[in-house]
């Protein structure tokens, strides 16, 4: 576990973001997780892809600030989705019943590649 979370976040189109994690989330970085989605929301872009490729590590602090940021995409008129999800988080994932509402991608692209949504015109 490390002590540090990079987050760097693109913007291929209004209204959507993609936000790429590097590191552990865990008890230490869920919080600057949380807090970062947030005001990437709040700054106008309540499609949010978390794109998850880098991070090495996701503990259930790490989850609950997903889902706490989900909620905030909703109540936005948006939406939160995985992208390249590592195995022990996808697992967490199933067994908690969260990918049952989250949206789970293989890639960031896969996302992008879709036609915008309503929220992202």
Do not use: K, N, Y
């Not at 209004?14 to 230490?28: E, K, N, S």
């Not at 908690?96 to 991608?105: A, Q």
């Amino acid at each position: 576990m490390t002590d540090t979370l990079h987050l760097t976040v693109q913007h291929p189109r209004p209204g959507l973001a993609i936000a790429t994690i590097v590191g552990d989330v865990d008890m230490q970085t869920a919080p600057a997780l949380r807090s970062g989605a947030l005001e990437i929301i709040q700054l106008g872009h309540p499609c949010l892809v978390l794109d998850l490729a880098q991070v090495g590590f996701c503990d259930s602090a790490g989850l609950s600030a997903i889902i706490g940021i989900w909620h905030a995409a909703q109540e936005a008129g948006g939406s939160l989705s995985l992208a390249a999800v590592p195995d022990r988080l996808m697992r967490m994932l199933s067994m908690t019943g969260v990918d049952s509402f989250l949206p789970v991608h293989a890639t960031a692209a896969d996302v992008t590649d879709r036609p915008p949504t309503s929220a992202q015109r």
